[in-house]
């Protein structure tokens, strides 16, 4: 019972993660094109825009932000190979469970963080400082749903590892960690 909760949690969160990393990576090109246009009406025509430098940095902090959780899942981030691939595998998922709980009240302060300063941009109407000045509330949106998702990932992750540590049995068939 207790296991088919978690697999049914980390099956969703995974799943949810995955429809996520790979929507916002089509941003990227969003962000070339943004870019590219910046760089063509300010050097070909002499008429550089005023939204193109902020639209691209807010491009830019989606898709790093939201695909972390992606980057997550697929353990992408970096590892300090040196000593975790020389230790056993339950010493690998004791490294996992201290790590992702570090990572998760990183994420529970950054949440708590986000929402201070999405309410005080509602409240204060809060503006980038450029000449477009656009609104700042969504910015933190992203950054509470971002930190949201990847806490939801890590716990996947951490009920995975704990999961295999107590019982001895993995949660999930290993599967070939290749497909993007």
Known sequence: MLATLIRSYCLSVNFIVRIIGRSVAYLVPVLALVVAFEVF?????NSPTIWAYDLSLFIFAYVAALGGAYAQQKQAHINVDILY?????????VFNLLTY?????????????????????IKFNY??????????????????????????????????DGYALISGQELFEQESNDEY
């Open 41 to 45: 009406a300010r050097y070909l025509f």
């Open 85 to 93: 691939l020389k230790v056993s595998a339950n010493t690998r998922r």
């Open 127 to 160: 503006r980038r400082q450029s000449e477009w000045a656009p609104h700042m509330h969504h910015f933190w949106v992203m950054m509470i749903t971002a930190s949201a998702l990847m806490a939801a990932q890590l716990l996947a992750q951490w009920l995975e």
């Open 101 to 121: 709980a570090l990572a998760l009240y990183f994420m529970w302060v950054l949440i708590d963080i986000s929402t201070d300063k999405l309410l005080e941009a």
